[in-house]
């Protein structure tokens, strides 16, 4: 049954890799990817990929976990799985996965009783997946590099971290954007100190509001057209033929 061992973690690898995936989407849910409309995703999409990805993953998780308990290479129990540290292949890696499988359970359960449960509770359960994740990266760390494991088996973890850090600094980085105003985008520290003490308007002159400019370039034309009184136009009189006598 050893190749079933070898198909155990390949399903293992790859649930941590959609996992990876669903919490990028989830990072990256309330940043310019959705607010950009030229740019961006629409948000109903971001939001199907994010739900569909996540039951992807659920059953990626649950082959992983049938092809453990199916296999005799590691001599697994049902109760190992949901009971941590009770595992006699592998206790401390096996009992990372185990808290992992309880927290996707808690997830799963209290998404399908969202409606009769309070907000808050499924708030906090479902921010619970961010804690799944490292938990998850720790439990394949010490189960891909048990038993002299070859260093390449570690790429997938790494790839995955390598996700999640680009998805925050992403999202950092789009929050200091977003938080400074539109006038103020592009100055240099100088220029915005000064412009905070009022040595510089709030705002360039090549930025001011094209509203304001049409609105002083029209108050002429206006106000002529009112003092201006309204001129009928000349009524154009064709003289006719005389009319000839028989």
Known sequence: MLQLWFVSRALGAMGLLLLSLVVVLGILHNTSVVKNADLGLPRFVLVALHRNLSLITVVFVALHVVTVLVTDYVHLRVVDVFVPGI???NPIGAAFGTVATDLILAII???VLRSRI???VWFWVHW????CWPIVVVHAVLNLSFRGTTWWT???PLIATLAILGALIYRRRDKRRTAVPVAERGRVPEE???AVTGEL????ASRADPGEAVTETMAPV???TEVLPAVRPARRVVPLAPKRRP
């Open 118 to 120: 309070s907000r808050r």
């Open 128 to 131: 619970s997946s961010y804690l």
């Open 154 to 156: 570690l790429v997938v």
């Open 192 to 194: 915005a100190i000064r």
């Open 201 to 204: 308007p709030l705002a360039r």
């Open 109 to 111: 359960l209290t998404s």
């Open 222 to 224: 206006e106000a002529a």
């Open 87 to 89: 595992a006699e292949y």
